[in-house]
């Protein structure tokens, strides 16, 4: 009875090895301070008013990384995931919670309504320059962890965002865990 105790003990949850996922990915979304500064201003980064409205449903909220339910209310911003000024750093239209969502909270893991194909996976150098040479496509249905995984394990690349197969609007950004 005492080893089954211990046993149990030992394998507590916060022990266990996480099924399933890959703990050396680091998913990132819309950075939480800008996005509150903009719910905040009620303005994005770029001047356009946040104007909230029902989402049909399909929609992929960057704050919380999930597609949006419908009649939800949502927004379309103007948003540049990029730390730095440079020719690279685009800004693109993405959908966001119009009021203060949880944001994305496993970091570990990618999010379960936003993993799979078709996608395409632009990969960014260190200096968040484009890594041309790395940019990869993963077909529909296609689950995106193996490729990301590829990708990060590639000394160069230092951030793979995942983004859409037609549009290439930015999803989110993935970076190996340091
Ligand atoms: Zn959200």
Known sequence: MRDAVSVFRQTSPGDLPRLGGMSDL???AIDPGRL???RRARTDEHGNEIVARPAEGWEPLRCCLRIARADEQIALISYSPFSVRSPWAEVGPVF???EAC???PFAGELPAE???GPRILRT???DESLDYDDITFVR???DLEPALHD???RPQVAAVHVRAAASQCFIYAVRAAS
């Open 96 to 98: 966001i919670d119009a």
């Open 151 to 153: 990708l990060l394990s």
């Open 102 to 104: 949880a944001g994305y």
């Open 114 to 116: 936003l993993r799979s």
């Open 124 to 126: 960014y150098y260190a």
């Open 36 to 38: 509150e500064s903009i």
């Open 140 to 142: 529909e249905d296609e």
């Open 26 to 28: 680091n998913v990132v």
